[in-house]
């Protein structure tokens, strides 16, 4: 049973935090951590179903 896991998105920290595009980049940041967040849950969730399923007899 191969375990797929998904590229997480890329976070960039911006050492220039007054540059013209400080706060776009910054919302595109925590939209990518959002996004890592969101995969990570699925993963767990997913990891914790087969757990279940092993643990049962299943």
Do not use: W
Not at 34 to 48: C, G, M, R, S, V
Request: glycine share 2%; proline share 2%.
């Amino acid at each position: 049973m191969a375990m797929d896991m998904r590229a997480l998105y890329t976070i960039a920290l911006s050492a220039v935090k007054e540059s013209p595009t400080a706060e776009d980049d910054m919302k595109a940041n925590e939209n990518c951590l959002n996004q890592n967040f969101i995969i990570l849950t699925q993963k767990i969730e997913e990891l914790e179903a087969r757990l279940r399923a092993l643990e049962s007899g299943n």
